[in-house]
Every structure is written in structure tokens, then in C-alpha cells.
């Protein structure tokens, strides 16, 4: 199993669009789905950085986010999933071993 950046930024995205869409089974579903990414590819760590800073920014600005939401008739789950996708290189998938 080869893994990109960018497969797994959608990932994480994903799983926050789904948000409470997801049950306790879903929910760890998605989790060993993205620790078995990160289990084969272990030099994804700057990209989990970037998620990393990326989800504390979401969460820090959760208020505006939901705000920003409203105003544009969206869901928060889903502008907070599009500030994560904006971390997407958008080039091809290189395979990381």
C-alpha cells in the first residue's frame, strides 16, 4: 500500500465532514483506516505536522469558522474540512515507501 500527502490530508477532511455523521464503530473505522496510512508510510511526518497545525487552527477558530458558515449557508464541518483540503499539494501522487 503506497500513500501520498494528499490521500491523507482527505482523510482527515473526510472524516471531519462526516463529523457527527459517524457512530463509535464509523468513527474507529476511519481511525485504524488512518493509522494503517500512517503505519506504511512513516515519513508522512511533515504532512501530519501540517494536519496537525492545521486541525489546532480549525479547533482554535472554531467560532469564527462556524460564523463564516452561516453567513455562507454552509455547513461548519464542511468549511473546516475545505481549510484542511487547502493543505493539499494537488500534484501527483508520488509513491512513499
Request: aromatic residues 6%; proline residues 3%; negative net charge.
Amino acid at each position: 500500500m503506497s500513500v501520498c500527502p494528499d490521500q491523507l490530508i482527505e482523510k482527515f477532511a473526510s472524516m471531519l465532514e462526516e463529523g457527527e455523521g459517524l457512530d463509535s464503530s464509523a468513527f474507529a473505522d476511519r481511525a485504524i483506516e488512518i493509522i494503517a496510512m500512517i503505519s506504511v508510510a512513516p515519513d508522512l511526518s511533515e504532512t501530519l505536522g501540517k494536519i496537525n497545525n492545521a486541525l489546532y487552527a480549525i479547533f482554535h477558530n472554531a467560532d469564527d469558522i462556524k460564523f463564516n458558515a452561516l453567513k455562507e449557508g454552509t455547513q461548519a464541518r464542511a468549511c473546516a474540512a475545505s481549510e484542511l483540503r487547502a493543505l493539499k499539494q494537488n500534484k501527483p501522487c508520488e509513491v512513499l515507501h
